[in-house]
C-alpha cells in the first residue's frame, strides 16, 4: 500500500479562529498541569476520589462536542514560519497534551529547542524515557525535513543513548541537515544537558511522491 500522507479527516489549524486556537492552547496547558500534578500528587484517597469525579465530570463537558482529529497544524507550517522571518520559531503539540510541547527555532540549515523534562517524562529513576528521547529527536529531525518545504517522511531512525538524560534540568536539543541527494535526505540531531551531549540520532527522510505511484 502506498502512503499518501494527505489528511482524510480532521480540521487544519487555519480554519480555526484566532480565539479558539488561543482558548485550545490554554486548554491543553492546564491539562497538562493536571496530567503532572495527578502523577505526583501526595493528597489523602479521598481528596483523589474527589478529584477524579471532578476530571471525570470536565472529560464529559468537553466531549459533548468533539472533531475526528486534534486540529492539526499545516505540513508547509515550519516552512511558512523559517520564510516570514518571525525568528523561524514553530511550536509543536501546542493542541495535543500527549505531545511533548517544543518551541522549534529554525535558521534553515538547523534547529535548535529547549525542554525541562519533568516526572511525567522518565524511563530509568531520574532519567527521561528512551522512547520519549527517540520521540523528541523524530521531532528535531522532521521539523526541519518540514522547513525545506519538502514534504519528506522518516524512514529510518537510528539512535545513540550516550548518557542518561537527566530530568528537572535543562536540555537543549538541536538538529541539521547533513546529505541530500534526490529524495533522499539525512539529519542528525541530539540532546546536550550542561553542555554534554547525552543522546545523538541520525534519520533518513524520504520526500513522499505525490503521484501516489
Ligand atoms: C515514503 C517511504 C519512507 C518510502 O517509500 P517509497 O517512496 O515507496 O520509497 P522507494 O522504494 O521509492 O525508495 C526511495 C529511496 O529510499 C530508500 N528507502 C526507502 N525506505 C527506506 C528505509 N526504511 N531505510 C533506508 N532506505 C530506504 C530506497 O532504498 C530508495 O533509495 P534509492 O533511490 O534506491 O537509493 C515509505 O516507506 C513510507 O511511507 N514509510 C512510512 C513513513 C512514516 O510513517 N514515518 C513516520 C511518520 S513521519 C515523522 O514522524 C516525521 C515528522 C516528525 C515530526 C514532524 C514532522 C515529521
Known amino acids: 500500500m502506498t502512503e499518501r500522507f494527505e489528511p482524510a479527516h480532521g ?25 503532572l500534578a495527578a502523577a505526583v500528587t501526595d493528597l489523602d484517597v479521598d481528596e483523589m476520589r474527589a478529584a477524579e469525579r471532578a476530571l471525570t465530570e470536565v472529560a464529559r463537558t468537553l466531549g459533548k462536542r468533539t472533531r475526528t482529529r486534534v486540529v492539526r497544524a499545516p505540513f508547509g507550517g515550519p516552512a511558512a514560519a523559517l520564510a516570514a522571518g518571525r525568528g523561524g520559531s514553530w511550536p509543536l503539540f501546542a493542541h495535543n497534551p500527549l505531545g511533548i510541547p517544543l518551541e522549534i527555532h529554525l535558521d534553515g540549515d538547523g534547529a535548535m529547542a529547549r525542554l525541562t523534562p519533568n516526572a511525567l517524562h522518565e524511563g530509568p529513576p531520574d532519567l527521561l524515557h528512551g522512547g520519549f528521547g527517540a520521540g523528541l529527536m523524530d521531532c528535531m529531525l522532521g521539523v526541519l525535513m518540514q522547513a525545506r518545504g ?16 537527566p530530568l528537572d534540568r535543562p536540555l537543549e536539543l538541536r538538529s541539521r541537515i547533513v546529505e541530500v541527494s534526490g529524495r533522499k535526505a539525512v539529519a542528525e540531531g541530539w540532546i ?18 505525490r503521484d501516489g505511484a
Open 150 to 165: 519538502k514534504r519528506s517522511v522518516t524512514a529510518s531512525l537510528e539512535l545513540r543513548f550516550l548518557h542518561g538524560t
Open 11 to 35: 480540521t487544519v489549524l487555519a480554519e480555526v479562529t484566532p480565539e479558539r486556537r488561543r482558548a485550545s492552547i490554554d486548554l491543553i496547558t492546564a491539562i497538562r498541569e493536571v496530567m
Open 192 to 209: 546536550e544537558c550542561e553542555g554534554r551531549r547525552t543522546l545523538e540520532a541520525r534519520g533518513l527522510f524520504i520526500e513522499v511522491r
